[in-house]
């Protein structure tokens, strides 16, 4: 298995046009660029993890992981000489060499690998956009140069989980001139789920103003909206997002409007359970292709569930470490008391799902969408919510000491959580109802109303906290 898989990211460099037709790479010089930044997190995620901090970022993650591994000698013979005749540059030839190593490595230790995303995944997807790079001072896309930046800016930069190829091509189509990205807002509509979005471009010497928005078409199409706002003709408000959050949108609206990989008849975990029961429960439940999916007190364990429709299913005491459920949809399933320990459930939605009793240790629920979830008494410490939506969601006895809840969305929650210090609130906004519990090393107080409303400010959140007569 580990020999089918370092040769299937061959076989996928092989495809990189390294040197060839510059208009390519300059036709996607956005998503180019994100995706280096995203492989310059992951790889600082991985550096910090192993500290290979002095090797950042081009480096092979596998000799750190891993010092002893040896991959398939036929393997090896096959990618040096491809690397010798095609990649000249030799941090890329670095990568290269990583992404085949690190393929076969993921096969034999998934199970035990850290709760980190693939380091190599976003460098594969650049290459296949638009061939290599070049460094000197910058980091030179063949279309775009971008600062190299330091270890920490790279650690702690803004995740872009939105790898989708229609999502990328979006991000590229017609991108000419300086860009800025808006979100249409208002009530029921925040910023995390918008009415729509749209981009403003000037180009050209003559800052020439052109508006458009993305619609129901997945295209991006004249809009009247900016100039009639300005004129002051539109009620609609908006706000300024990042590229990155413009991403999400266009993933999550592609996803509804196409169906997505998850509404596919012919999906297929990415990887099935270890477990032969469970393995056995989930192929009878593709093979009847209808209702959710029964998987109460199975063992999942490192299963690669990814984009899967698991409307209505359920996990009850269900063992998912280590497992990943990225994109997948699990609306209104039971997970009472389900193992979620080093999942990664980035961009998962969880609306309305039974979390009571789970675990979320160091689990990724990045850009999760937990709208009107129930999660009582629940052990969410080190878990990354980064960009989570848990408009409506009850968070009752929760632990989210050392969690990340940068940028995450609120709505009148109730929030009798345990934080301490080292949780980071850095970003999340929306209203919260308190009381919270505070760990600090002299002991722990309880918080609520402006005494906590302060307290989350200090640490960069711009959290609401309301209480019973408050009017909201």
């Not at 790079?133 to 702690?156: C, Q, T, W």
């Not at 749209?198 to 010497?205: C, D, E, P, T």
């Not at 990989?261 to 056995?280: I, M, N, V």
Request: charged share 25%; glycine share 8%.
């Amino acid at each position: 298995m580990s020999a089918e898989l370092s040769r299937a990211v061959l076989e996928r460099l092989r495809a990189v046009d390294w040197y060839g037709d510059w208009d390519v790479a300059g036709r996607h010089t956005r998503s180019r660029a994100l995706l280096m930044r995203e492989y310059m997190r992951r790889a600082a995620l991985w550096a910090r993890a192993y500290e290979a901090e002095a090797e950042w970022p081009f480096f092979d993650v596998t000799e750190f992981v891993e010092p002893t591994f040896r991959l398939d000698p036929e393997v090896t013979s096959e990618l040096e000489e491809y690397l010798a005749h095609n990649v000249g540059t030799p941090s890329t030839a670095r990568t290269c060499r990583g992404a085949v190593r690190w393929a076969a490595l993921q096969a034999m230790r998934k199970d035990d690998l850290p709760a980190l995303p693939d380091p190599y995944e976003p460098l594969l997807l650049m290459y296949g956009r638009g061939g290599g790079y070049s460094i000197e001072e910058f980091i030179d896309l063949y279309g775009v140069m971008i600062p190299y930046g330091n270890f920490d800016s790279s650690l702690n930069a803004e995740p872009f989980l939105s790898l989708a190829p229609s999502t990328l091509d979006a991000l590229d189509a017609g991108a000419e001139g300086r860009i800025t990205y808006y979100a249409k807002i208002s009530e029921g509509y925040p910023r995390s789920s918008p009415r729509g979005i749209l981009r403003r471009r000037l180009v050209g010497r003559e800052a020439e103003t052109r508006d458009e928005a993305f619609t129901r078409n997945l295209r991006w199409e004249p809009t009247e909206y900016l100039r009639l706002y300005e004129l002051g003709h539109n009620d609609v408000d908006h706000v300024q997002i990042s590229e990155r959050e413009a991403a999400a949108f266009i993933e999550a609206v592609t996803k509804k409007l196409t169906g997505a990989r998850w509404l596919c008849e012919d999906w297929t975990p990415g990887k099935f359970p270890e477990d032969r029961t469970a393995a056995q429960r989930l192929r009878e439940w593709i093979d009847a292709g209808a209702g959710g999916l029964d998987a109460v007190g199975l063992d999942l364990t490192g299963a690669d569930l990814s984009y899967g429709d698991f409307s209505e299913s359920w996990f009850t005491d269900a063992k998912l470490v280590n497992a990943r459920l990225v994109g997948a949809e699990l609306y209104r399933s039971d997970a009472q008391g389900a193992d979620f320990s080093g999942a990664d459930l980035s961009g998962c939605s969880l609306v309305r799902v039974n979390l009571d009793d789970a675990v979320l240790r160091g689990t990724t629920i990045d850009q999760a969408n937990l709208v009107k979830a129930s999660l009582y008494d629940v052990d969410a410490s080190g878990a990354s919510c980064r960009g989570t939506q848990f408009m409506g969601a009850s968070l009752l006895g929760v632990n989210l000491r050392s969690a990340d809840l940068s940028n995450a969305v609120f709505q009148e929650n109730s929030f009798q959580v345990t934080l301490d210090q080292n949780t980071k609130i850095e970003g999340a906004s929306g209203s919260v109802f308190g009381p919270a519990v505070i760990v600090e090393e002299e002991g722990s107080r309880e918080l609520s109303g402006a005494a906590l409303e302060d307290w989350i400010k200090a640490k960069g959140g711009a959290i609401r906290v309301l209480t019973v007569d408050r009017e909201v």
